[in-house]
Every structure is written in structure tokens, then in C-alpha cells.
């Protein structure tokens, strides 16, 4: 949408300029009148064409991060709380974002209130900002009048969820470093290195042992076929990625992260914390329990988890206790269900559920702290290997020859 730069005089006649966006000049004269500014000039503002942002426009590739969604939703809260009007809150929110996904889907939205359609139907045509569970706080939020404490609520889960991602994400950095920096390592050693002193044992006609072969026979497999090796990986990222965008590849892949050890762990946690506080939230606003697992199933964010949650959904429609379908899904310890049964048996569901949350958010802080603890002694293991096969492979032929030398 273009910028339009204006001058105008406000109600006590004073000069008034700035910028503002608009389909055209006759509804940026329309906005400025709503604003109580009688316009003056109105010219289009010529703005340079950047190729990066144009590509990423073209090929929808603009995102919007969790802290955005995040700050959206607390000045949406604020604002309506306030007894702003949503039009003027939206409108004002649009002054001070610069993710052109944003803007443009709000917008969009403004155009489809203006048009007479609610929040939540024009929130639900833009499913790349907001998510099912998102929609559907918004539209209970509109059927009970309650709509600051919809905006309220889903603050408050976009953040605890904000701040379990970064603490996975910032327990993973110090390993996935050690990784790629060996990675690195071994690929320079296996091209530049060995390739060097390979010549030097071929010239002086050394007896190698089976650790320098190991290296040798791995630098010249490396120099020979890099170029298949690399095309390869390639070949193997692009499979990989089309696959898990199947239903089918993305179910198995879903289901395989939460098996690996130490880290399926936690990231299984992670989910039940965030079932559990969905279904809080969603509860406690007065969705129903089948209509919550429904919305949940789409927004939880793991095929195999929402493939047992669309299992306890359809166990409450043929009229099952909830206790007794969760307990079928096996995704829950035995302590969780119990208090499962409790909240189902007085009636407090809502809490409980935010107790289970709380308890696995627990459990999941834990486990970040001690993940790097947990996996140090593995990379020390799996270093300590590499540089001992290395230096053996690279020394003992040349203490070999020091000691031919010294004869």
C-alpha cells in the first residue's frame, strides 16, 4: 500500500504534516478527516524498490515472529481495555510496524470490518499471522463481550510459549556450535590435510597402520567424490523437505523428533504444556471441550500429538470421560492423570489443566538447564575419538619413520 506525505490543519488550526499509508489519495483525505485534520496537500511519497523485499514479497516468503504477534496482541489488549474502538486501535497499532505480512493483513482486516464482517472472520482469513487457537479466543472473546480478556489471555500464552522456544533454542545453541565447528574441521583436515601427508608416507614407503589407512582411504573418498558428496546433501535437503510437507512424511518426522533421546524429551514436555494451556485457556473462556480439542489439534504445532488429541475429541463425542480418553493416548505420566481426574470429578477442569501446565513448564525449564550437562559428556566422547583416531593415524607413521631415522 503507498505513502502518502500530508499537511493539514487540526482542529485549533494549527499546521499538522506527516506520512500515512492508503489505497489512494481520496481515502488518506478520508482517514485524516476521521482524525479531526483538515487536509492541505496530499502527495504520494516515492519510495526506492527494494529487490530483496520485492522477492520476498513475490514469493510470500515475510513471516511473523513470535515477538511480534506478541506485541500486537498486548497493544490490542491495552488499547481495547481502554475503550478505544478496534478500527482506531487496529489503525493506530498500523503506524508503528514495519513486517509488510503485517500490515498488509491488518489492512485487509480494517477493510473487512469496515465492511460490516467481525474481527474473528477477518483474523481467520489470514492463517500465516494467527492460528486456529487464536482465532477462536477472539471469537469467544466477541460472543461474551469479552474481548480485552481474549487479547489478555492469548498475550500470556503467546508469551510463555515465546519463552520455552528460546530456552530449548538457547540450551541447543552451545551442542549444535560443537557440531557444526567439528563438521567444518573434519571436512578442511579430510580435503587439505591429509591429502599432504599422504604424499609424504607414499614417498618414503611407510607400513601404514589400519588408523592412518582409516584416513587416507576417508581424504581420498572426500577429494575424489566432494562434488557427488555435496550435490548429494543437497539432493537429500530438498527430499527431506518435500517429504515432510507430505501429511504422511510430516506425521512420521513429527513422531521420530519426539523419540530421540534427551531431546524428544523435552520437546514432548514442551507440547503437553502447551495442551495444557490451550485447553486451560479455551475452557476457561467457555469453548466447548470438543470445539477446544478441535482448535487445539490444528494449533499445537505436532501432527503425532494433535493425531491423539483428534483421539480424546472423538472419545468425548461418543460420550467417554475425558480422563478416560486421555489416559488411552498414553501421552500423559501417571501423576498428570491424576490430577486429570480430579479436575474432572470437581468440576475445576480449567485450573487443573492450568496446574498441568504449570507443572510440565516446570519440568521442561529443568530440563533446558540440564540439557548442556547432559550432552557435554557425549561431545567429549564423540571429540575425544575423532582426535584420537586422527593423531594416531598422523603420529605413529611419523614416529615410525623418527625412529628409522634415528637407526
Known amino acids: 500500500m503507498p505513502s502518502y506525505e500530508f499537511k493539514g490543519r487540526g482542529n485549533n488550526g494549527q499546521l499538522i504534516d506527516g506520512e500515512i499509508e492508503g489505497a489512494n489519495s481520496t481515502a488518506v483525505a478520508g ?20 529487490i530483496f523485499e520485492a522477492f520476498k514479497e513475490r514469493f510470500n516468503l515475510h513471516k511473523i515472529s513470535i515477538e511480534e504477534l506478541l ?3 498486548r497493544q490490542m489488549s491495552a488499547l481495547i481495555k481502554s475503550g478505544i474502538p478496534i478500527t482506531r486501535a487496529i489503525s493506530g497499532i498500523l503506524e508503528s510496524i514495519e513486517n509488510p505480512l503485517m500490515i498488509k493483513s491488518l489492512h485487509d482486516i480494517l477493510e473487512q470490518l469496515e465492511s460490516g464482517r467481525s474481527l474473528s472472520i477477518a483474523f ?93 582411504n576417508t581424504s581420498n573418498f572426500f577429494v575424489e567424490y566432494w562434488m557427488f558428496l555435496l550435490g548429494g546433501l543437497i539432493g537429500a535437503f530438498v527430499g527431506f523437505k518435500r517429504y515432510i510437507n507430505t501429511i504422511d512424511g510430516r506425521y512420521k518426522w513429527h513422531k521420530f523428533i ?5 531431546i524428544g524429551e ?18 476457561s473462556a467457555g469453548v466447548p471441550i470438543v470445539q477446544a480439542m478441535g482448535v487445539i489439534s ?17 472419545g468425548i463425542e461418543r460420550g467417554e470421560a475425558l480422563t478416560r480418553t486421555a489416559q488411552q493416548t498414553g501421552m500423559f505420566t501417571p501423576v498428570v492423570m491424576q490430577m486429570f481426574a480430579v479436575g474432572e470429578e470437581a468440576g475445576n477442569l480449567d485450573e487443573m489443566m492450568s496446574f498441568i501446565a504449570d507443572f510440565y513448564e516446570e519440568e521442561v525449564d529443568y530440563d533446558v538447564k540440564t540439557l548442556s550437562d547432559r550432552i557435554e559428556p557425549l561431545i567429549y566422547v564423540v571429540v575425544g575419538a575423532m582426535v584420537l583416531v586422527l593423531a594416531l593415524g598422523i603420529f605413529v607413521p611419523m614416529w615410525d619413520l623418527a625412529q628409522l631415522a634415528g637407526r
Open 298 to 314: 490444528r494449533s499445537i504445532g505436532n501432527d503425532f500429538i494433535s493425531s491423539h488429541v483428534n483421539g480424546m475429541r472423538e
Open 71 to 73: 506485541m500486537f496482541t
Open 31 to 50: 482517514l485524516l478527516m476521521d482524525r479531526g485534520v483538515i487536509p492541505i496537500s496530499i502527495i504520494e511519497k516515492q519510495v526506492s524498490i527494494d
Open 266 to 283: 523435552i520437546l514432548h514436555r514442551s507440547f503437553m504444556a502447551r495442551f495444557a494451556r490451550s485447553f486451560s485457556m479455551a475452557y
Open 124 to 216: 481467520a482469513r489470514h492463517p500465516r499471522v494467527f492460528s486456529n487457537l487464536y482465532i477462536s479466543m477472539i471469537q469467544v472473546g466477541e460472543d461474551t463481550g469479552r474481548l480485552e480478556e481474549s487479547f489478555s489471555l492469548m498475550g500470556g500464552y503467546i508469551d510463555r510459549n515465546r519463552r520455552i522456544t528460546q530456552n530449548i533454542k538457547t540450551a541447543l545453541r552451545y551442542p549444535t556450535t560443537v557440531i557444526i565447528a567439528i563438521a567444518i574441521a573434519m571436512t578442511i583436515v579430510n580435503l587439505f590435510v591429509i591429502p599432504k601427508f599422504a604424499s609424504f608416507f607414499e614417498a618414503n614407503k611407510l607400513e601404514l597402520p589400519w588408523q592412518t589407512l582409516l584416513l587416507l
Open 258 to 262: 519426539l523419540d530421540v533421546p534427551i
